[in-house]
């Protein structure tokens, strides 16, 4: 009975602040871009484009070897995630059939392991998910970053620009970023196997240690100035 008072309050409570903080985190990054580091990354990204669309006969390599290094750390994450969304679909199928041996306390029903393994199995999905589109995006850029706009400047019907190419960059970043954040709400799922009490505890060491991944402000002040400045020679060009 105590087990299951645990798992109706902290397993709940935990979810709830895994949601939250990132719930903050989305409305901090559209915000306050330059105190996030996904912003800072994201404002330096378009910046890298446009340099290297200014010159692509000496910076295409360049860009293609960096885009390349980006699709092969989406492409590991998401054939571990599928790797292991195999296994846990391996153990939901004998756990229909037999109760786990890894729980703490009373908790043996199998219906309930079965739950907390589709949850894990979810998350693995998702971040598979995520990782595929990451190297879509990053696929597109790959060939875009190399287009000669100069060479086509006098054609009126072409529409690519460096933000165009910029934008597909960052969401191949953010897909990445979503696939990562999946494998982190798996650990606390997995912890939850051995019960809520370690499950609670994972959720509030991942929050505390993402809040000093994700803000920064060290650098959003300069950022913040080279955005702007950027956005001013955009509106001159006009």
């Known amino acids: 009975m105590r087990s299951k008072v645990l798992d109706y309050t902290l397993v709940p409570s935990g979810l709830v602040l895994m949601v939250s903080y990132h719930v903050w985190l989305l409305y901090r990054i559209i915000t306050q871009p330059t105190q996030t580091v996904i912003g800072i990354n994201a404002i330096n990204r378009r910046i890298w484009v446009k340099t290297m669309m ?44 037999q109760s786990s041996g890894f729980a703490f306390g009373d908790d043996k029903s199998p219906l309930e392991f079965s739950m907390k393994y589709f949850s894990i199995l979810l998350c693995f ?88 991944l994700d803000i920064t402000f060290e650098f959003g002040l300069a950022v913040g100035k080279v955005d702007e400045e950027e956005h001013d020679d955009d509106e001159e060009a006009v």
């Not at 006098?154 to 190419?165: F, I």
């Open 54 to 97: 200014e010159d692509t006969s000496k910076n295409g390599v360049l860009a293609v070897q960096t885009l390349r290094n980006n699709i092969m750390a989406s492409t590991l994450l998401a054939s571990t995630a599928i790797m292991l969304s195999s296994l846990i679909a391996v153990l939901m199928t004998h756990s229909s059939n």
């Open 125 to 212: 999905l998702l971040a598979f998910l995520f990782n595929v589109q990451s190297i879509r995006y990053y696929s597109h850029a790959s060939i875009l970053i190399n287009v000669p706009l100069k060479k086509m400047s006098t054609n009126s019907t072409t529409h690519l620009t460096p933000e165009y190419v910029g934008r597909a960059l960052n969401k191949g970043s953010y897909f990445w970023s979503l696939g990562l954040r999946a494998f982190y709400f798996s650990f606390p799922l997995f912890l939850w196997i051995f019960g809520p009490i370690p499950m609670f505890c994972s959720c509030l060491l991942l929050v505390f240690m993402l809040y000093f």
